[in-house]
């Protein structure tokens, strides 16, 4: 019976170390000397991993060999928070960027969960707008988008507000966009869209959601979202003063996951949190050092039934 336990063990390894392998150089890019430095292996090694893993067809748009530790990590996430499904990409550098990654696994999730007759609600932001190279398209009957809140007038390498419509010609589907800023000047502009302008037709469509895929800004610096023209240095400072985390759709949030009392929320022209939470299906797509704390401040207050995140965001949320 030892010599057989052993095989088994040793097999499991293999597996391991060539999936790590796979993932480093077709996901995050490695060359075959940096995953050699990070497995701590030589790289004629990393060259039969690879070679290997191409023989038993693991590679194709994301890496099919599951990893064991990261499915023990998906199910502490689970219950320490409650969440229905984690999925957890493989991710070493505990200070890189799991952008890419977190979107790998998150087109391979979307691509198997679209179904004709669905009416999809999505944010925008860089983690989902990466993760249309992942996203296997079809076309899908009956099949409708609808952006959860207003688009950014000005971007520079690329435009995370054209996720909605870019997400429906995937699945051949209808897309609902809301033809307005983000963020307007005052609570009486907003008010004035809304009910003047038939924006609030698309909001209601939020009601009837099947699945909402949503992503979580953070606010410790003036990231991408912030770059846009809409929130400045001193807003973000007031933002953080007033106990602000980061936000869910331009709704600004506390580390407990509550609506901050701040007037940068009466301005938003976005989906509120409580019409989000009435979605059947809400799949939380995040992750990275920055997002930390505010993505736990989303998991309190969303309660996703989906999370999908990076192994070091997943170490730290039940660290």
């Known amino acids: 019976m030892q010599p057989a336990s052993n095989a088994i063990g040793a097999q499991s390894e293999a597996d ?7 993932w480093l150089y077709h ?12 497995l701590g292996i030589n790289r004629v090694m990393v060259v039969r991993l690879l070679a290997d893993a191409r023989r038993r067809n693991e ?31 493989p991710f070493a550098d505990p200070d890189g960027d799991p952008v890419k990654v977190i979107a790998a696994a998150a087109g391979t999730f979307i691509s198997s969960e679209m179904k004709p007759g669905m009416t ?4 925008w932001g860089r983690t989902l707008y990466n993760t249309l190279p992942f996203i296997v398209g079809q076309t899908l009957d009956n ?17 995370p507000a054209e996720f909605a419509w870019q997400f429906a010609e995937l699945f051949q589907g209808e897309g609902f966009l809301i033809p307005a800023p983000a963020v307007v000047d005052s609570p009486e502009t907003k008010h004035a869209l809304l009910e003047r302008c038939g924006l ?14 949503i992503s979580v800004g953070g606010i410790s610096t003036l990231t ?9 240095e001193a807003d973000r400072r007031s933002l953080v003063d007033a106990g602000a985390v980061g936000d869910v759709l331009y709704n600004f949030i506390g580390e407990g996951g509550e609506t901050v009392d701040h007037e940068v929320n009466q301005r938003a022209i976005s989906v509120s949190l409580s019409r989000l939470r009435r979605t059947p299906e809400r799949v939380l797509i995040s992750g990275g050092k920055e997002k930390l704390v505010a993505l736990r401040a989303s998991i309190r207050t969303l309660e996703p039934t989906v999370l999908i995140t990076d192994e070091q965001s997943a170490r730290w949320l039940i660290g």
Request: contains cysteine.
């Open 16 to 22: 391991r170390l060539r999936a790590r392998a796979v």
């Open 27 to 38: 996901v995050e890019g490695c060359t075959q000397n940096e995953i050699a430095r990070q």
């Open 59 to 89: 590679v194709r748009v994301t890496i099919s060999a599951p990893l064991a530790e990261l499915v023990e990590l998906e199910r502490g996430v689970e219950t320490r928070y409650g969440i229905a499904r984690v999925i957890v990409a």
């Open 120 to 123: 999809v609600g999505v944010g």
């Open 143 to 159: 099949f409708r988008v609808v952006s959860l809140l207003g688009g950014i007038a000005a971007a520079r390498r690329f435009n």
């Open 200 to 213: 609030a037709a698309i909001f209601e469509m939020a009601d009837k959601l099947d699945m909402a895929l």
């Open 224 to 232: 991408t979202s912030y770059r846009t023209g809409y929130l400045s």
